[in-house]
């Protein structure tokens, strides 16, 4: 059983500690479910970890054909564009492991609307949604510098506790493009735009990022410290905050180096 902090000497070291236990995690899965749900994040910092999955001992522990993958988010970019967070893995862990397009459950950001291929991703999840267990065996999280987690930014409506509360101020409440829905608490995936550039993102919802047996919470680097600190230690405030909504569940586990820990201890 892993704690709720995991701290290694450096990025490398991460990338190993990690890959090692979503294999653990997926092996579980398998042999209680006869398969594992596995979502996966973007962004740079889980590169190494896909990579590692994909090699010895990982690509031969986990029997790869009973894993379904899904994503946490993903950039409103065609699957070749070097932002997608698709391409990402597919070409550091889907290639390598020879995964079948069948096991892949990708946002299809290409899309000409982000609330289209939201909605698409929001009937997947629900299909999938049962009774008898969470909807993913294993949810992967990065962590921004402003402690967003996929694409819940800070000042997202979808941030907001339930109750009617002032709209407007949320960063993806400039919804130009028809059919990007208000938040609704029942939803699983959702349109929203990246505040800084205004660029649409596919997302899922708290509901759904919540909604996992486990969650590794994977991150690196000095410039995540504050991130770590606030979201670990911080006064609650999840609408500045994303990342402190992983306090609503015992089922997170964080793993960063030591750099990024740097705030916590003392
Ligand atoms: C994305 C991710 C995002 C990411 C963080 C950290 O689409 O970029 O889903 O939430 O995990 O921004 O990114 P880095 O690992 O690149 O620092």
Known sequence: MARLLNVTPDAATLAGATAERIATLLRHAIERHGQA???????????????????????????WAQVEFFWGDERHV?????????????????RPLAIADRQQQRMRAELPSAAAAAAEYDTLLRERAARDRPLFDVMLLG???????????????????????????????????????????SSLAAAVRKPDD??????????????????????AGAQKADAVFAALRGAADPFR?????????????WWMDREAARLLSG
């Open 37 to 63: 749900r596995l979502c996966l994040t973007g962004g740079e910092t889980p590169r190494e970890t896909y990579q590692t999955l994909a090699r010895p001992p990982c690509a031969t522990d986990v029997p």
């Open 78 to 94: 065609p699957p070749d564009h070097p932002d997608s967070n698709f391409g990402m893995a597919r070409e550091a862990l889907l």
């Open 143 to 185: 962590l921004g510098a402003d402690a967003h987690i996929a694409s819940l930014f800070p000042g997202s409506d979808w941030l907001r506790g339930p109750g009617p509360g002032p709209r407007g101020t949320g960063s993806d409440n400039a919804r130009p493009e028809v059919g990007a829905d208000a938040p609704r608490p």
């Open 198 to 219: 205004g660029r649409w993102r596919i997302t899922l919802t708290p509901a759904a990022l919540l909604d996992a047996a486990a969650i590794l919470v994977i991150t």
């Open 241 to 253: 905050w994303p990342a402190q909504l992983l306090r609503e569940t015992e089922a997170v586990e």
